[in-house]
């Protein structure tokens, strides 16, 4: 059985930093790649980042390069992403997600392209 399960969120003024954590288990963690995304209320699920597992490739959309970093330590088994400038446009709840064997190319395809999600973690950026 798979399981995600995010962690780091909260409430943080305009221009702070916040780590989410994405502990997994139960996947074959070296072989995949674990995809970040958030959803705002009343839009979309975005996917944000994705990380390579056996390398720790990195792949970013438009929205968050140059702000957001995501890493990884694989004896732990826990994918991070490190949130860094936030402004109000990322308050959302933030979900990490297992490939389905498509790599980190399936964050161009969406959320469909992912099989096994956590819970989220909210993030919420306000003065």
């Known amino acids: 059985q798979v399981h995600l399960v995010e962690s780091g969120g909260g409430s943080v003024q305009p221009g702070g930093s916040l780590k989410l954590s994405c502990e997994v288990s139960g996947f074959t963690y070296a072989d995949g790649a674990i995809g970040w995304f958030r959803q705002a209320p009343g839009k979309g699920r975005e996917g944000i980042s994705c990380i390579d597992l056996s390398d720790g490739t990195p792949t970013y959309a438009d929205s968050v390069k140059g702000r957001f970093t995501v890493s990884r330590d694989n004896a732990k088994k826990t994918v991070y992403l490190q949130m860094n400038n936030l402004n109000a446009d990322d308050t959302a709840i933030y979900y990490c997600?297992?490939?389905?064997?498509?790599?980190?190319?399936?964050?161009?395809?969406?959320?469909?392209?992912?099989?096994?999600w956590g819970r989220g973690t909210q993030v919420t950026v306000s003065s």
């Open positions: 997600a297992t490939d389905g064997g498509g790599g980190c190319q399936a964050l161009y395809v969406g959320p469909t392209a992912f099989d096994y």
